[in-house]
């Protein structure tokens, strides 16, 4: 009895030391993220190339965001300011081009997320729609279920946008135009451009 107690005790230890590193991987990743991003402006990120080195770093941040428990990834949306949230929203916009351009489910759906963690505190006259509706085109230009995929995003994004994720998913009116987005072809693929 005492040896099973032991053992138990000892296991108990062993989960308690992973949960440990486990949380202290995830502050390291966090603190190396927004270290990351203090390194950048939007206006400079935005005129990047696409692909670029910054839009495969944000991906394996969203990688790793998923992989994270609904604790972490609400201490990392929290740790954000409000410019490091605006990189997102770049990543995001790329992202979904990137995902057309490659016929990518993974590029959409790490942008997907990258818009929700930028849209994570949604100020009172933000229309988060009109940033929504290239997921929902690329989505349906991919042959990808826009009620699948923005449902499995609102379940990692959390907070206000979440319920907003999951109603823009099952709309069936959603086009381009009805937003101001125009689909353009470019020398190096198609792109989405924003004109009111």
């Known amino acids: 009895m005492r040896l099973v107690e032991e053992l138990r005790s000892a296991a108990g230890a062993q989960f308690l030391e992973l949960m440990m590193q486990n949380g202290n991987a995830f502050h390291a990743f966090t603190e190396?993220?927004?270290a990351y991003l203090g390194q950048w402006e939007t206006l400079a990120y935005y005129r990047e190339p696409l692909p670029s080195a910054v839009d495969e770093r944000l991906?394996?941040?969203?990688t790793r965001l998923l992989a994270a428990t609904p604790a972490e990834r609400e201490q990392f949306q929290q740790a954000l300011a409000a410019a490091q949230r605006?990189?997102?929203?770049v990543f995001g916009h790329r992202a979904a081009t990137l995902a057309r351009r490659q016929e990518s489910r993974e590029w959409l759906?790490?942008?997907?997320?990258?818009?929700?963690?930028?849209?994570?505190?949604?100020?009172?006259?933000?229309?988060?729609?009109?940033?929504l509706?290239?997921?929902?085109h690329v989505a349906r230009q991919l042959g990808v279920?826009?009620?699948?995929?923005?449902?499995?995003v609102a379940d990692f994004a959390?907070?206000?946008?979440?319920e907003r994720l999951r109603l823009f998913g099952r709309r069936s009116d959603v086009y381009l135009r009805s937003y101001g987005w125009r689909e353009i072809k470019t020398p190096d693929g198609v792109a989405y451009k924003f004109s009111l």
């Open 32 to 34: 190396d993220a927004l």
């Open 59 to 62: 991906a394996a941040m969203m």
């Open 86 to 89: 605006a990189l997102f929203g």
């Open 109 to 131: 759906r790490w942008g997907l997320l990258g818009t929700a963690v930028a849209n994570s505190i949604i100020p009172p006259r933000r229309n988060v729609d009109v940033a």
């Open 133 to 136: 509706v290239v997921f929902h």
């Open 145 to 152: 279920n826009t009620v699948d995929l923005f449902d499995e």
């Open 158 to 162: 959390g907070g206000a946008i979440a």
